[in-house]
């Protein structure tokens, strides 16, 4: 089967794209990624989105709400869209829980509602969830678990490697940015994660190589890179084997 390297998790309808999306694009191609999955934090994300994958078809949708914007309302809107363009989206995302911002116990409670209403949706329309759970990866995981969601990215993951352990085990994926290449956290965690649970993302415009520099989707391979370091593959192996994992949580949706 035809392999190529896929951004599971990036924002390009970030106004930081606006100027250039069409060069970034084309340099992510270059370096062999074919596909980006572009996660949207509220409703006119979702919008553009959908948009960009209409005009660009290396772009795969995902339609989601942030934790930091958790509001019923705009979920229930974002909800009824996901609904209407589930066949043209990639994933639900970018939904889960974020206790950095949260601060009470009712904030908290509002994450909670609305990321229950998203993994219910996802497992009604059988598309997977692009999880967001800073400061609450522990929290994230077991609410995953007790409604008994199976198609699950979890991006970006800050928690301990004990925490991800349940959902390894339920076949939940593992995102790696390239900030892995700065951050020992990241480092450590990619040391007790399997390769057969892992996958690739920028979560571009942020999480980059460099704190201060722009990230995009051609940084990509400095995340391959920091795997196969890690891991002690070879590249050509290694890419191998992560677009088999990026094909068993997205499916025939990355061959159109
Ligand atoms: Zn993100």
Known sequence: ??????????????????????HVVSRAR???????????????DVYNNLELAEKYPEIMPAAGLYPANANLR????????????HTRLAAIGEV??????????????????VFGMFIRLSMELDLPLSVHSRSAGKYAIRQL????????????FDGKAASAQEAIEAGYYFSIPPSVSRSRQKQKLLKQLPVPSLLLETDAPVL???????NEP???????????????????????????????LYGDMLLQ
Not at 30 to 44: Q, R
Not at 146 to 154: F, P, R, S, T
Not at 208 to 214: K, L
Not at 227 to 247: D, M
């Open 96 to 113: 889960g829980l974020d206790f950095r911002i949260a601060e009470t116990e009712e904030e908290k409670e509002l994450q909670r509602e």
């Open 218 to 248: 051609s940084q990509l391979i400095v995340s391959l890179g920091a795997i196969a370091e890690s891991k002690g593959f070879s590249i050509p192996e290694l890419r191998q084997i992560l677009f088999n994992n990026t094909y068993g």
């Open 74 to 85: 705009e979920a229930e809107e974002i909800q009824d869209i996901i609904r209407r363009e």
């Open 208 to 214: 980059g190589p460099s704190p201060e520099e722009r």
């Open 1 to 22: 089967m035809k392999q190529f390297l896929v951004d599971t998790h990036v924002h390009l309808c970030e106004s930081a794209f606006d100027s250039d999306l069409e």
């Open 145 to 156: 678990l007790e409604h008994g969601a199976d198609k699950v990215q979890m991006h970006a």
């Open 30 to 44: 270059e370096h062999g990624i074919e596909k980006m999955i572009t996660v949207s934090e509220n409703k006119k």
